[in-house]
Every structure is written in structure tokens, then in C-alpha cells.
T-cell receptor, first 111, second 112 residues
Framework: RKEVEQDPGPFNVPEGATVAFNCTYS??????FFWYRQDCRKEPKLLMS???SGNEDGRFTAQLNRASQYISLLIRDSKLSDSATYLC????????????FGKGTKLSVKP | NAGVTQTPKFQVLKTGQSMTLQCAQD?????MYWYRQDPGMGLRLIYY???????DKGEVPNGYNVSRLNKREFSLRLESAAPSQTSVYFC???????????FGQGTRLTVV
């Protein structure tokens, strides 16, 4: 089993749609979880951290289920500018460890 | 705010040539990383440094060496470049291994 697995995508949705991405991770000792966004030919950028209680940032909501080792990202009211690849990221090894990236899910929002 | 700075941005090497990719961060971060990104493979960790003076192998370390020169700088060296090392290389840094990472703009390397 891969350390971090994501929906294969791509997701093609109309503007205004709600879209959800899922991610599972294999290391039950992982402490930190993030969603990153990567635009074509650019570096990944932090979208949001994921907390156990769930967290929301505007149109974006992230959820964590430690028991199932599952992370999700919900985007409401999709905009054309949301088109990008979304990367699920999980910490491996605590404060002396490193970050493991999923392969990403590509989102295309169409007019 | 410079953040994480990588040089060069683009490079073409011939098979067998060597080169060093430079990375520097100005955020006083303890941890630094080198990733490579290939189509369909996602970001794969080459090496990381949890703190000044330490380095550890990641998922794909073969063919690479690293040096954590000081807290700010973490370089990646290809001793004898191979076509399989054609990729986009990203340097990143974080306060600790379990906090969010910030990335440089990447180096597009082609080995012919």
C-alpha cells in the first residue's frame, strides 16, 4: 500500500459546483496533515493544514479521520481559478521526519 | 520575502556531467528537503535534513548527494548525470518535520 493515496482524477466540474477529494495514508503514527495546491509548472503551495476537529477556510473545508486514516478536502462554489492539482501531504516520523506527498488530483473547473 | 531560493532555474547537462543545485532559505527553518517531480509519479523525496548537521535518505536517493552547509543552505549534487535524472527538482524547508513546508520555484533539469 502506498504511503499516501489520492483519488486518481481528473475532476472536470462546472463553475459553482461542489467537489470533494479524498486521501488515505498508511502510517498511523503520522502527526500532521496538509493540502497543497500546485498550478501547472509551478511549485506546490500550502492550501490549508488539516486538524482533527476539521477546519474551514472560506470555500474550503478539510476533514481528518484518524481511525480510518482518511483525509478529505471539500471545495464549495468552484471558481475557474480553483483549477489546479491538489496534493495530499502527510508527515512521516514526527518532528525529525519528513513530508510525504500523494500524487495529486487534477481539478478543472469549466465555465 | 525571499522564502526559499533555488538556483539555477533551468539546466541542460550531458550524460556524465556533474552539477550542484543550490538552495537557501531565509525563514530560520530547521528542516530542509529535496524532491523530484516526474509526470505521473508525484513528488518524491530524494534527501532531507531534519536539522543542521544531519541528512537522511528519502525514497529515491541513488545518484545524488547532499550537503547541509549551514542552517540556511542545502545543496543537491549529481556526480554523474544520467538521462533518468531529467526531472523538475524542488527544494523545500519547514520549521520542523511535522510542520508545513515552503517550496522554491524549482529547477528544470534535462540530461541528454
Amino acid at each position: 500500500r502506498k504511503e499516501v493515496e489520492q483519488d486518481p482524477g481528473p475532476f472536470n466540474v462546472p463553475e459553482g459546483a461542489t467537489v470533494a477529494f479524498n486521501c488515505t495514508y498508511s502510517n498511523s503514527a503520522s502527526q500532521s496533515f496538509f493540502w497543497y495546491r500546485q498550478d501547472c509548472r509551478k511549485e506546490p503551495k500550502l492550501l490549508m493544514s488539516v486538524y482533527s476537529s476539521g477546519n474551514e477556510d472560506g470555500r474550503f473545508t478539510a476533514q481528518l479521520n484518524r481511525a480510518s486514516q482518511y483525509i478529505s478536502l471539500l471545495i464549495r462554489d468552484s471558481k475557474l481559478s480553483d483549477s489546479a492539482t491538489y496534493l495530499c501531504v502527510v508527515n512521516n516520523g514526527g518532528s525529525q521526519g519528513n513530508l510525504i506527498f500523494g500524487k495529486g488530483t487534477k481539478l478543472s473547473v469549466k465555465p | 520575502n525571499a522564502g526559499v531560493t533555488q538556483t539555477p532555474k533551468f539546466q541542460v547537462l550531458k550524460t556524465g556531467q556533474s552539477m550542484t543545485l543550490q538552495c537557501a532559505q531565509d525563514m530560520n527553518h530547521n528542516s530542509m528537503y529535496w524532491y523530484r517531480q516526474d509526470p505521473g509519479m508525484g513528488l518524491r523525496l530524494i534527501y532531507y535534513s531534519a536539522s543542521e548537521g544531519t541528512t537522511d535518505k528519502g525514497e529515491v536517493p541513488n545518484g545524488y548527494n547532499v550537503s547541509r552547509l549551514n542552517k540556511r543552505e542545502f545543496s543537491l549534487r549529481l556526480e554523474s548525470a544520467a538521462p533518468s535524472q531529467t526531472s523538475v527538482y524542488f527544494c523545500a524547508s519547514s520549521h520542523r518535520g511535522n510542520t508545513e513546508a515552503f517550496f522554491g520555484q524549482g529547477t528544470r533539469l534535462t540530461v541528454v
